[in-house]
């Protein structure tokens, strides 16, 4: 079993920053890969970045890219989503969410275990 826990989240204007941390507990954190996914009001949740078990594998919605950088430390079970230059549309409820496997998943439906979000909200 991994329980997360998100936090980070918080307002901010167009053009800032913030950082958003997935603490886990379990000792087998560093076997799981974990996915930052978001869901803003009437729409679906979406897939922000993704990283493998021991980091070595990334991958990042088009529409984060060159701004978002996910990274994750197993010594202190955390994986961390770095996000520079936002944008109002980036508003959201972010996610954090772990499964087992040694690859990176894009779709929410593969992944087991999820925190309770946390929010963001860019102004412009």
């Known amino acids: 079993q991994v329980q997360l826990v998100e936090s980070g989240g918080g307002s901010v204007q167009a053009g800032g920053s913030l950082r958003l941390s997935c603490a886990a507990s379990?000792?087998?954190?560093?076997?799981?890969?974990v996915g930052w996914f978001r869901q803003a009001p009437g729409k679906e949740r979406e897939v922000v970045a993704t990283?493998?078990?021991?980091?070595?594998?990334?991958y990042y919605a088009d529409s984060v890219k060159g701004r978002f950088t996910i990274s994750r430390d197993n010594t202190k079970n955390t994986v961390y989503l770095q996000m520079n230059s936002l944008k109002p549309e980036d508003t959201a409820v972010y996610y954090c969410?772990?499964?087992?496997?040694?690859?990176?998943?894009?779709?929410?439906?593969?992944?087991?275990?999820w925190g309770q979000g946390t929010q963001v909200t860019v102004s412009s």
């Open positions: 990283i493998s078990w021991n980091g070595g594998r990334t």
């Open positions: 379990g000792r087998t954190f560093s076997s799981y890969s």
């Open positions: 969410a772990a499964r087992g496997g040694g690859n990176v998943y894009t779709e929410f439906k593969l992944y087991d275990y």
